[in-house]
Antibody, heavy 122, light 110 residues
Framework: EVQLLESGGGLVQPGGSLRLSCAAS????????MSWVRQAPGEGLKWVSA????????YYADSVKGRFTISRDNSRNTLSLQMNGLKVEDTAVYYC???????????????WGQGTLVTVSS | QSVLTQSPSVSGTPGQRVTISCSGS????????VNWYQQFPGTAPKLLIY???QRPSGVPDRFSGSKSGTSASLAITGLQSEDEADYYC???????????FGGGTQLTVL
């Protein structure tokens, strides 16, 4: 059974940092790209970042480029999102999602985590 | 503002057919596959349609997808109360070199 379990969310002040993790199980982790998608309270889904199965290729939304870093540890089946320079507008539930191919250039995600809430506020 | 445009809401009565549209650009919908997601309040999105018009295993055939040019559509026939949810389209955008979602459409079953 595929499982994705996010952790690391919480309350942080503007300008602060936070590291999200997504523990994956039930599939060959390195064979699939992974992505982060966020949803602000009462708002729609917004794509944040994606990473190829090998970790060699990464993609970012313009709104987070230069502030967020996506990475993966295929030996530990873990996806991470390092978030620096956080802004109030980064407040959202962050979901990790499994792609159906090794390439990160896809919006087809067949499994999603339950999400972790990040609140940026002073 | 979302790169893919969806109408904010749509409604229908049980048994009716409704469609949800998704308008993009040549670099997104016009070039890449469109995927659709269904989301209930407080839960993670669920893949509903992939590759423009393919249904994952377990998705009822009441749900169907289509695409023409830079626009895609999700159709739901035989509307049921349990279909009341938010629906999102998504596609890769070659110009942005990133993924884009529609703003979402809230379906209300009257």
């Amino acid at each position: 059974e595929v499982q994705l379990l996010e952790s690391g969310g919480g309350l942080v002040q503007p300008g602060g940092s936070l590291r999200l993790s997504c523990a994956a199980s039930g599939f060959t982790f390195s064979s699939y790209a992974m992505s982060w998608v966020r949803q602000a309270p009462g708002e729609g889904l917004k794509w944040v970042s994606a990473i190829s199965g090998s970790g060699g290729t990464t993609y970012y939304a313009d709104s987070v480029k230069g502030r967020f870093t996506i990475s993966r540890d295929n030996s530990r089946n873990t996806l991470s999102l390092q978030m620096n320079g956080l802004k109030v507008e980064d407040t959202a539930v962050y979901y990790c999602a499994k792609a159906t191919a090794v390439s990160g250039r896809s919006t087809r995600s067949d499994y999603w985590g339950q999400g972790t809430l990040v609140t940026v506020s002073s | 503002q979302s790169v893919l445009t969806q109408s904010p809401s749509v409604s229908g009565t049980p048994g009716q057919r409704v469609t949800i549209s998704c308008s993009g650009s040549r670099s997104s919908v016009g070039t890449n596959n469109v995927n659709w997601y269904q989301q209930f309040p407080g839960t993670a999105p669920k893949l509903l349609i992939y590759g423009d018009n393919q249904r994952p295993s377990g998705v009822p055939d009441r749900f169907s997808g289509s695409k023409s040019g830079t626009s895609a559509s999700l159709a739901i026939t035989g509307l049921q109360s349990e279909d009341e949810a938010d629906y999102y389209c998504a596609a890769w955008d070659d110009s942005l070199n990133g993924a884009v979602f529609g703003g979402g459409t809230q379906l209300t079953v009257l």
